[in-house]
């Protein structure tokens, strides 16, 4: 158990004194605690995801969008034609570029993926 001195000033505390190794617990607490905190704040008062920097590097390196995203998620190129109620072939195609996507597709497949359709195209400069 931590000794601690209290010093009182008109008969109310006022200070602690307290061993020097538990300060620094306190203060190491209250840094934890504010830290969690703040990214609880942040996750709840956005709606935005926060991508892993594996997947954005993927992303920037110019991997193909679909398949990064599909991957992500988790999810086989089965399941996600599945969801996206198109073709394993189609999808497979679209993945290695052989075949461009319909707008169509496209709000198929980034509404199985929870994405916007933006997230699943390049913009050409």
Do not use: C
Not at 23 to 28: A, S
Not at 41 to 65: C, M, S, Y
Not at 68 to 94: C, D, M
Not at 106 to 116: G, N, R
């Amino acid at each position: 158990m931590n000794h601690v001195q209290f010093l009182e000033q008109q008969g109310k505390p006022q200070w602690a004194i307290v061993p020097y190794e538990f300060y620094l617990q306190l203060t190491q607490a209250a840094e934890f605690q504010a830290d969690h905190d703040f990214l609880t704040n942040l996750e709840t008062a956005t709606d935005k995801e926060f991508v892993p920097a594996a997947v954005v590097d993927r992303i920037i390196e110019g991997d193909n969008l679909i398949r990064v995203w599909r991957e992500y998620r988790g999810l086989t190129q089965p399941q996600l034609a599945r969801l996206a109620n198109i073709s394993q072939s189609t999808l497979s195609q679209l993945e290695s570029g052989r075949r461009r996507a319909t707008k169509k597709t496209l709000e198929a497949l980034a509404t199985a993926l929870k994405l916007e359709i933006a997230d699943l195209v390049r913009e050409e400069i």
